[in-house]
């Protein structure tokens, strides 16, 4: 990564931690752990064996406005950043969305007399389906391509624009669900609970958004450059 982006190999990873706390996602999806006093972004990725530049790479993704995939094969490492997805598909799928269900539960009545918290439940086992389903597909399907690729085999069925060009935003559902929740669920004397499964789902919603967003600008055209590559095009 060159000067002009936020942050750099030799600032303290405790610094990146307190300017973007959802750099803390990012973090352990690339498998780093707390505890590592005031090393800097190097030190740190080094003693705990991981690649820095795709570190760096997804954390300025992260941190910064905009982005472009400038061609550089040295930016990051994309096997390090397919372990990364892969991490957050594991996160999302057996963590996140497990935990919002149960906290769901918890806070909707969820007797037989009441329609809107079944439908809420309905709902939002029909969104985790499909999260699975693309999460599934991307591990298969997608990231199988990829390593043959990066063996440099290339697919007469399939390439990396097939993908993009069917790669559905998936956070859509969830807001719908976020709508019902706020516009139809009956009010009770205290929301406490509701209210907590709410910022969980708008949490959710934007780390899947950001999610979406690194497969899209930063796998996705250094795949395509590998592509061009094996297939001698400019
Ligand atoms: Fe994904
Ligand atoms: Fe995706």
Redesign the pocket.
């Known amino acids: 990564m060159n000067e002009q982006h936020k942050y750099r190999s030799t600032d303290k990873m405790s610094d990146l931690i307190c300017d973007n706390y959802s750099l803390l996602m990012v973090m352990s999806r690339f498998g780093l752990s707390l505890g590592f006093g005031d090393k800097s972004v190097k030190d740190v990725c080094e003693a705990q064996g991981v690649d820095c530049p795709t570190f760096l790479a997804v954390a300025n993704f992260i941190s910064e406005e905009q982005y472009s995939y400038r061609g550089n094969e040295s930016d990051f490492s994309i096997p390090a950043l397919m372990d990364y997805?892969k991490r957050?598909?594991t996160y999302f799928l057996d963590f996140n969305l497990p935990a919002i269900r149960r906290k769901l539960i918890e806070a909707i009545d969820c007797s037989s007399t009441n329609d809107v918290a079944y439908l809420i439940l309905k709902f939002f086992d029909e969104y985790a389906k499909e999260v699975r389903r693309?999460?599934e597909y991307?591990n298969q399907a997608v990231f199988t391509y990829v390593e043959q690729l990066l063996q440099g085999r290339l697919s007469d069925e399939y390439d990396i624009a097939t993908f993009a060009s069917k790669h559905n935003q998936i956070d859509t559902k969830l807001k719908e669900l976020k709508n019902i929740i706020i516009k139809y669920y009956p009010e009770k004397g205290n929301n406490n609970l509701l209210n907590a499964v709410l910022f969980d789902i708008f949490n959710c919603e934007q780390d899947l958004a950001t999610?979406?967003q690194v497969?899209d600008y930063m796998f996705v055209p250094a795949v395509a450059h590998i592509e061009r590559k094996l297939k001698n095009e400019p």
């Open positions: 997805l957050a598909h693309h999460m991307e999610h979406c497969e």
